[in-house]
């Protein structure tokens, strides 16, 4: 598997903060986009953030001003730092990454991704 989720998940307490990291084992994929998607029970999975080659950044609304998706070259990483967590941010988060540009722009659709990291459970309680 090219994306393996390192570390981060867990429960917390509502207003707590978690890093979740993602490492891409293999250094050969230069992806063009990485990104974070979580699917909580009986939802679909929906975008958190995506980063592209260059830095740019998106982010789905409910988690504006609260995560920062960040991007450590030097050590092939993925980052998703979450602050002020609420119990809505309960989820299975995930980690993607594609090595395809999309001139449209930075995307958070589950499709325009072709790798996968394993979940994992991120629980904030109230």
């Known amino acids: 598997q090219v994306l393996r989720l390192e570390s981060g998940g867990g429960s917390v307490q509502a207003g707590g903060s978690l890093r979740l990291s993602c490492v891409v084992s293999?250094?050969?994929?230069?992806?063009?986009?990485m990104a974070w998607f979580r699917q909580a029970p009986g939802k679909e999975r929906e975008g958190v953030a995506v980063i592209d080659r260059d830095g740019s950044t998106r982010y789905t609304e409910s988690v504006k001003g609260r995560f920062t998706i960040l991007q450590d070259k030097a050590k092939n990483t993925l980052y998703l730092q979450m602050n002020n967590l609420k119990p809505e941010d309960t989820a299975m988060y995930y980690c993607a990454a594609d090595l395809r540009f999309y001139p449209l722009g930075l995307s958070l659709r589950e499709g325009d991704f072709g790798h996968w990291g394993q979940g994992t459970q991120v629980t904030v309680s109230s």
């Open positions: 293999d250094y050969t994929y230069n992806f063009y986009y």
